[in-house]
């Protein structure tokens, strides 16, 4: 069926058949006017990754990744900027030897023995479109981008699949099994909802500092595993699977570890789903807690090695936006082969 | 196998008291129906069977072994639930599969039984589908199959047709009770519905309000309800409860006044009433016949026509109390029309006003032989 939508028609509706209502004008300025405020960051970050060094900072601001040509004169020994000048009337494309105040020393590639010299302001670059592809080449063969990168796959994958399965066993002993407590117990885990990561910080790293974890992975992973918003979703979801599914599998003599394996989890995949675009988000971009736990180069995260292009006195931008493009790669993956769990909601039990 | 004994079970969801004191024998292969209104325990009673609700006191007893500890699975019981509880994640197979499988039976075994329950069941082209593509008829059957499949000493079923269309209710009881001919299994079937409970039971369970009110066959429950509340419940329309008094005992034995001059011979036992006792008698809507003289006058209100009988709704004309009357094939009394009608020899219900109960009848200890032998 979504196959069969012309687009044309799709998007041509209007509220009323066939005459557009001011509702029609305010929708599409809002859609393209998020579109826009969503879409520009992103978009100028991945063309910016690709400019060279000085043109990322150039003011006023380019969108297209370009760089000034330069030439091979002889007689000099670094190549030089190709500009275009005007004299007399004419206009021809020059090096720039140096630059005086408001007067440019121009030379002409063809004939270098004879200098001139013009108003700096008459003239301007010669460019062209280039891709500036040592900001990506440089930081995978100069810094451990790779060993970062193994780092942040591995904190994301496990401390994702430790996050779901950990918090649907709270979730389904919390929501299929009647116990004394179990609302106070649900309120109590809710209710860390509310404490800030800051406030347990100290207290954390304490315990890491304790079991021994720092400079570890694990360190990194395990105290992020219990999470009451997982916890709350999962649990919230498990209360609509009907109880009569349980107990028909308990007569079907399946062990409550196989109820919950065979029955439970599958029917929770859209939450889980949801928990996973979540975890994976959260353990990707998590920067303050790996910060704190991991000291050495070959422990770090993607995002705290990107850190290291940001030194004291100077900023690599150009490395920084190339890194950051391709941190968000992964995320954008996970995201698109989710995505249709999220929408899904939910199945139909086959329940009447 | 198959018996079921239950001895002083009781039940209390904290301090509500929902079973009291049921004690019942099921022999093996008996096709059981507890029947009752909603919130009569019944619906409990039947978990506590299953293992799924856990005993306040009493015993259970399946096949002789004391089963009161044992989960569900060990009491070898099977059980259809009301809404199915098909895995929605499974296909048909899967579903039928799913407790063998934990059984750690043998592959070529669960295929084998999967085959034949599907064969038993006509479910064999949807064996592949997910229960969400099935229709409301199919998935109770794959609900069956998946009860059978477990080959279990005793059926539990849950209200499992009242989900189901009129049609197919009426189908699927005769399925079911075609299974239990087939499979000679011990079933047990909670309905409230009792048009199910007679027409499919070998032995009817009447439960009001945690309580045991009478068990007996269909029949039996029917000619001779123990008490008013079963009088009522069974049969439809309801019996009609007019109140009467005791006429005098002669040597013919009891005769009842049911006012306007109508004393009619009763079979209750002579000694257990008196002259003048004042009494509610009981006759069903079928068991009226139109009298041509000694009957009770009656009015017409309107009447029901169902092309092969007909009721007739109405009132005594002197006290008012409502009476439907029951007719076969066509008839068509205008409103207003004064009939006299009479119950029908033996057909006649004495009912103590305060304690409810049936007084006894003169051959109660025959009839009632006479009904078992059957």
């Not at chain 1, 009323?16 to 929708?27: A, E, P, V």
């Not at chain 1, 190709?82 to 004419?90: K, S």
């Not at chain 2, 096949?63 to 699975?73: E, F, T, Y």
């Not at chain 2, 592949?128 to 794959?142: A, E």
Request: aromatic share 8%.
């Amino acid at each position: 069926m979504a196959g069969t939508i012309n687009p044309v028609a799709f998007l041509g509706r209007t509220r009323r058949r066939g005459r557009i209502d001011i509702t029609d004008i305010l929708s599409w300025l809002w859609l393209i006017g998020g579109t826009i405020a969503v879409l520009v960051p992103v978009v100028w970050a991945g063309l910016s990754s690709m400019k060279p060094e000085a043109e990322i900072t150039r003011f006023p601001p380019s969108l297209l990744p370009r760089t000034t040509q330069q030439v091979v004169v002889p007689g000099y020994d670094r190549p030089l900027g190709l500009w275009t000048v005007t004299i007399d009337g004419e206009s021809r494309e020059m090096a720039m030897v140096r630059r005086i105040g408001i007067k440019a020393q121009m030379v002409d590639p063809e004939n270098p023995a004879a200098p001139v010299s013009v108003d700096a302001r008459t003239i301007s670059p010669v460019q062209k479109l280039t891709i500036a592809t040592e900001n990506y080449s440089d930081p995978l063969e100069r810094f451990n981008f790779l060993t970062y990168l193994k780092n942040s796959v591995f904190v994301t994958v496990v401390a994702t699949i430790l996050t779901l399965i950990v918090n649907a066993m709270a979730a389904f002993a919390l929501s299929k099994y009647r116990f004394r407590g179990d609302k106070a117990v649900f309120v109590l885990i809710i209710s860390t909802l509310m404490i800030p990561l800051t406030v347990v910080m100290v207290p954390a790293y304490m315990v890491i500092v304790g079991v021994g974890l720092v400079d570890n992975l694990w360190g990194v992973i395990i105290p992020t595993v219990a999470s009451p918003t997982g916890v709350f979703l999962l649990r919230q979801y498990m209360l609509t699977i009907p109880d009569e599914l349980i107990e028909a599998a308990r007569v079907d003599a399946a062990s409550e570890f196989r109820i919950f394996w065979r029955i439970v989890l599958p029917l929770t995949a859209p939450a889980l789903a949801v928990l996973a675009i979540f975890s994976v988000l959260w353990r990707w971009n998590d920067f303050l807690w790996p910060l704190i736990v991991l000291s050495s180069r070959e422990n770090f995260t993607l995002q705290i090695g990107l850190n290291a292009f940001q030194g004291e006195f100077s900023v690599q931008w150009h490395y920084i936006l190339a890194m950051t493009f391709l941190s968000l790669l992964p995320v954008t993956v996970v995201f698109l082969f989710l995505q249709k769990y999220i929408t899904t909601g939910i199945a139909g039990t086959g329940m009447k | 196998m198959g018996e079921l004994k239950l001895s002083s079970l009781n039940k209390a969801f904290g301090a509500v008291h929902v079973l009291h004191d049921i004690d019942l024998s099921v022999k093996d292969g008996e096709f059981v129906v507890f029947v009752g209104p909603s919130g009569c325990g019944k619906s409990t009673l039947l978990r506590i069977i299953a293992g799924l609700e856990d005993v306040t006191s009493g015993r259970i007893e399946i096949g002789g072994r004391d089963v009161g500890q044992l989960s569900p699975a060990e009491r070898k019981i099977a059980m259809v639930f009301q809404s199915y509880a098909l895995y929605p994640h499974m296909s048909v197979r899967k579903n039928l599969a799913f407790g063998l499988e934990n059984l750690k039976f043998k592959r070529s075994e669960i295929d084998a039984r999967i085959a034949e329950a599907a064969r038993m069941l006509a479910i064999e082209p949807y064996l592949d589908r997910k229960p969400r593509q099935l229709s409301g008829g199919q998935r109770q059957r794959v609900a069956i199959g998946r009860a059978i499949v477990r080959e279990p000493d005793i059926f539990l079923f849950d209200e499992p047709l009242s989900n189901l269309d009129a049609a197919l209710r009426v189908q699927t009881r005769a399925e079911i009770t075609r299974l239990h001919q087939q499979i000679k299994t011990t079933m047990i079937y909670v309905t409230h519905d009792q048009v199910e409970a007679m027409t499919m039971a070998d032995k009817i369970v009447i439960l009001r309000a945690g309580r045991v009110e009478q068990v007996g066959s269909p029949l039996e429950l029917f000619d001779y309800p123990r008490n008013l509340f079963v009088a009522g419940f069974l049969g439809s329309p309801r019996m009609n409860i007019v109140r009467a008094s005791i006429a005098g005992i002669g040597p013919e034995g009891a005769s009842i006044d049911l006012g306007h001059g109508a004393v009619l011979p009763c079979d209750v036992d002579p000694a257990a009433v008196r002259p003048g006792q004042r009494v509610l008698a009981g006759i069903r809507p079928a068991h009226f016949q139109r009298v041509e003289e000694g009957g009770v006058p009656f009015v017409v209100q309107y009447y029901e026509s169902l092309g092969t009988e007909t009721y007739v709704y109405g009132a005594l004309a002197e006290t008012q109390e409502p009476i439907i009357v029951h007719e076969t094939g066509h008839f068509a009394p205008p409103s207003g029309t004064r009939l006299a009608i009479a119950p029908m020899p033996g057909r006649l219900h004495v009912f103590d006003p305060d304690s409810e109960l049936a007084i006894a009848r003169r051959d109660a200890g025959q009839r009632r032989g006479a009904v078992h032998g059957n």
